[in-house]
């Protein structure tokens, strides 16, 4: 199992920016994916980004990439994503997910989750 804890949310300004971190532990995360979903209020949870720990591809990312960047950081078991632009429409909770050997746009198929992080965006 991956224990995964996300932060840096918080309530910024249309327009502004945020990254957002997950600490990754408890397993080697070579074989694994790590993505980012997000679930606004009243909807499901829907994938934002996704890539291969072991050689920091992404896997994939949703039509919001020209605004997300994802990354990580192997030394610190840590992945990121970086949200530029914000609009109101990204107010979400963020999670951050591990998935074994292959990435996938749905949220049943990870088996490990951090408890999430708020993004709250004003107008």
């Known amino acids: 199992q991956v224990q995964l804890v996300e932060s840096g949310g918080g309530l910024v300004q249309a327009g502004g920016s945020l990254s957002l971190s997950c600490a990754a532990s408890g397993r080697t995360l070579s074989p694994y994916v790590l993505a980012w979903f997000r679930q606004a209020p009243g909807e499901e949870r829907a994938f934002v980004a996704a890539?291969?720990?072991?050689?920091?591809?992404?896997a994939d990312v949703e039509a919001l990439k020209n605004r997300f960047t994802i990354s990580r950081d192997i030394a610190k078991t840590m992945l990121y994503l970086q949200i530029n632009d914000l609009k109101p429409e990204d107010t979400a909770v963020y999670y951050c997910a591990a998935r074994y050997l292959n990435p996938s746009h749905s949220a049943k198929d990870y088996t490990d989750w951090g408890q999430g992080t708020q993004v709250t965006v004003s107008s």
């Open positions: 890539l291969k720990w072991s050689d920091g591809r992404i």
